[in-house]
């Protein structure tokens, strides 16, 4: 399969794809369901055949297990919208909204700086990738963990949606994707699994659901979706392993069901409990 194809325009439509089927479910479910549905390893897969197909090995490995840091920065990303919305200044919902996706796409791209900055330092100093991988990982959870635990109220939506909303939203995923991985192919492995993470879903699932349906909404798939990204990390760094010794088609099989199977589901199941149980104790 040609390496542009691969690489740029699959995750881009995949990604337009998601957006539509992530915010569809935070409505329908609300956001316990939904956020985890969203971060289910989805672009990160056409994006991973892509590395593989296009890389060396020790460049192909270096590239996915930068992608846990990078969720890393994608589930404080995902926090912003949580603590930032009931501390801004009133006024009307666009310029609300607009305040928002500036201030966290500002963070999120210091935070890359950062990121790339600090994760060249410690490869450069000789940190296996795969150690630095798994740091990322843990974190993630963990961080995750402390978002959900005393439950999230996750109200689903009320108001219809109408089509040519959920066309924008596909169309911003999309774009904002298809320019990340443009911006990656030019550039270093590191930089390409910094982009392959760039938070284009999150931030589409926020402002759409924000502007259709209300801060409670968005804010409720936060806790679920940080969580949940773990899986996404997950799978970077098992296609890392399992990629060079089982090739693309086995190993991409594996390392899916086992980012799924082994974070989303136990993920789900357990702050579907607490949930419930915090309800019940009226916490």
Request: hydrophobic share 55%; charged share 10%.
């Amino acid at each position: 399969m040609d390496s542009f194809w691969v690489t740029l325009v699959l995750p881009s439509l995949l990604a337009g794809l998601v957006a539509v089927l992530v915010t569809l479910a935070i409505e329908r479910f609300g956001g316990v369901v939904g956020g985890f549905v969203g971060t289910l390893p989805s672009t990160i897969v056409p994006a991973s055949l892509g590395m593989y197909a296009g890389l060396e090995t020790d460049a192909f490995r270096e590239a996915l297990c930068t992608v846990p840091p990078g969720m890393l920065l994608n589930a404080a990303f995902l926090w912003l919208w949580r603590v930032l919305p009931p501390r801004l200044p009133d006024a009307a919902l666009p310029t609300r909204l607009a305040t928002m996706v500036v201030v966290s796409l500002s963070a999120w791209s210091l935070g890359a700086v950062a990121l790339v900055t600090s994760t060249r330092a410690l490869l450069g100093a000789g940190t296996p990738p795969l150690g630095l991988g798994a740091v990322g990982c843990g974190l993630v959870i963990l961080l995750g963990v402390a978002a959900c635990w005393r439950g999230v109220p996750a109200p689903r939506g009320r108001n219809r949606v109408p089509p040519a909303a959920m066309v924008a939203r596909g169309v911003l995923a999309a774009g904002a994707i298809g320019t990340a991985l443009f911006v990656a192919k030019v550039g270093s492995p590191l930089l390409a699994g910094v982009a392959s993470v760039f938070p284009a879903i999150f931030l589409t699932a926020m402002v759409s659901l924000w502007w259709s349906q209300g801060d409670a909404v968005s804010g409720g798939a936060v806790g679920p979706m940080m969580l949940g990204s773990a899986a996404v990390g997950v799978y970077a760094l098992l296609a890392a392993l399992l990629f060079p010794l089982l090739g693309p088609t086995s190993g991409l099989a594996f390392a899916w069901l086992a980012a799924a199977l082994g974070i989303t589901l136990p993920a789900t199941l357990w702050l579907r409990r607490r949930t419930v149980g915090d309800a019940r104790s009226g916490l």
